[in-house]
Nanobody, 111 residues
């Protein structure tokens, strides 16, 4: 059964960095497009970044230039490097493949 597990969230000061990890099982990360989404309290879930099976990446407007999505096929992981974090980046971050979602990891950016 396909499974996605996020890790790496935490509390960071504004301007700081975090790297989130999505560990996949029962499939290889270069087989399908995988995305990172986030949901802040009282807000709808929004797309943050995606990486296709070919390795093409795309980003939401609010994170372009600050976040980078990448993958390690050997480790079967997808990463989200987040730099220059802002308080408005505070949210639960989810890894997604089609209808599969991880449990989420909390990112809190203190001002």
């Amino acid at each position: 059964q396909m499974q996605l597990v996020e890790s790496g969230g935490g509390l960071v000061q504004s301007g700081g960095s975090l790297r989130l990890t999505c560990t996949a099982s029962a499939f290889t990360v270069n087989t399908y497009a995988i995305g990172w989404f986030r949901q802040a309290p009282g807000k709808e879930r929004e797309g943050v970044a995606t990486i296709t099976s070919a390795g093409t990446t795309d980003y939401g407007d609010s994170v372009k230039g600050r976040f980078t999505i990448s993958r390690d096929i050997a480790e079967n992981m997808v990463y989200l490097q987040m730099n220059a974090l802002k308080p408005e980046d505070t949210a639960v971050y989810y890894c997604n493949l089609a209808t599969y979602w991880g449990q989420g990891t909390q990112v809190t950016v203190a001002s």
